[in-house]
Nanobody
Framework: QVQLVESGGGLVQAGGSLRLSCATS????????MGWFRQAPGKEREFVAA???????????YYADSVKGRFTISRDNAKNTVFLQMNSLNAEDTAVYYC????????????????WGQGTQVTGES
């Protein structure tokens, strides 16, 4: 059974940092892009970041404009884990953060992803 488990969320002061982890189990996703999305109360789920994987070129990353320069996505295929380092957090980053496995189409839209985690809450103080 495939499982994605996010961890590392919490409450952080404005300007602070958090590192989210997403551990996968049940199968190997080393050939697939992995992504992070977030959903704030009353809002739609939105793209945060995604990381591809190529045996030749390594991982190429994609970011939402709102997090570019502050967040960094990475992955450790040997550990079946993807990370999201979040710096300079603020109240606008408050949301439940989800990781997911990209299967088709654009990495920027949730419709292209299967296998979602349950999410981890991130709360940035103003």
């Amino acid at each position: 059974q495939v499982q994605l488990v996010e961890s590392g969320g919490g409450l952080v002061q404005a300007g602070g940092s958090l590192r989210l982890s997403c551990a996968t189990s049940g199968r190997t996703f080393s050939g697939y892009a992995m992504g992070w999305f977030r959903q704030a109360p009353g809002k739609e789920r939105e793209f945060v970041a995604a990381v591809n994987w190529s045996a030749w070129s390594g991982g190429s990353a994609y970011y939402a404009d709102s997090v570019k320069g502050r967040f960094t996505i990475s992955r450790d295929n040997a550990k079946n884990t993807v990370f999201l380092q979040m710096n300079s957090l603020n109240a606008e980053d408050t949301a439940v953060y989800y990781c997911a496995v990209h299967m088709r189409g654009s990495v920027y839209y949730p419709e292209g992803y299967n296998y979602w985690g349950q999410g981890t809450q991130v709360t940035g103080e103003s």
